[in-house]
């Protein structure tokens, strides 16, 4: 069983901060997304990542995946009370498989 | 392009009964994904329909099954209620395989009482 954890579980910030959420895992996973999930809503897929070492930006956003494929990390930077939330990694494994994280709640405070 | 749609929002139900969930995606999307969501587990996976056929299964009990109609409508039932089965039911849907770009409905809140 693939297994992906998130850390940390909770993050509370102060609008302007940076900060960066991690998923990891054991297994190779094809490709790993990324998603946002706000409350009372579905989750909404912010970036697919495939390739090992590989780097997207969007806006303040800026995701990676290890080198590996193990492991991926979402960097936020200047953080602001919209980017509240909680963030969800996905792992592709066989078959079209997604493995999801536990995902990390952020709460960015004006 | 209207969005993936779940009916109904809420539900509260008791332990023993069933209930049967509904999902419409997005026009010309024909594979459904059904996840479950509760605080403890996160979103676990339950199963994934494609044309018509369940193509991808999550170790959820025989309780747990579903169906996808030609016009690729799903609807998701559950059996004999447990109060563990008090979650957020997510259903998605893709184009061609959940690694597709997956777009989320609401969901459906489900408490077993």
């Known amino acids: 069983t693939q297994l992906l954890e998130q850390s940390p579980q909770f993050l509370s910030i102060q609008e302007g901060e940076n900060l960066t959420v991690y998923c990891n895992s054991s297994?190779?996973?094809?490709?790993l997304q990324w998603y946002r999930q706000e409350p009372g809503e579905g989750p909404v897929l912010l970036v697919t990542?495939?390739?090992?070492?590989e780097v997207k930006k969007l806006k303040r956003l800026t995701f990676q995946f290890g080198d590996a494929r193990k492991d991926s990390s979402l960097h936020i930077t200047a953080a602001q009370p919209g980017d509240t939330g909680l963030y969800l990694c996905a792992g592709e494994g066989s078959n079209y498989k997604l493995t999801f994280g536990k995902g990390t709640l952020l709460t960015v405070n004006p | 392009k209207a969005g993936v749609t779940q009916t109904p929002r809420y539900l509260i139900k008791t332990r023993g009964q069933q209930v049967t969930l509904s999902c419409s995606p997005i026009?010309?999307?024909?594979?459904v994904s059904w996840y479950q969501q509760t605080p403890g587990q996160g979103l676990q996976f339950l199963f994934e329909y494609f044309s018509e056929t369940q193509r991808n299964k999550g170790n959820f009990p025989g309780r747990f099954s579903g169906r996808q109609f030609s016009n690729s409508r799903s609807e998701m039932n559950v059996s004999t209620l447990e109060l563990g089965d008090s979650a957020l039911y997510l259903c998605?849907?893709?184009?061609?395989?959940?690694?597709?770009?997956?777009?989320f409905g609401p969901g459906t809140r489900l408490t077993v009482l």
């Open positions: 026009s010309g999307h024909r594979s």
């Open positions: 990542v495939v390739t090992g070492g």
């Open positions: 998605a849907s893709s184009l061609a395989t959940p690694t597709d770009t997956q777009y």
């Open positions: 297994s190779v996973f094809s490709s």
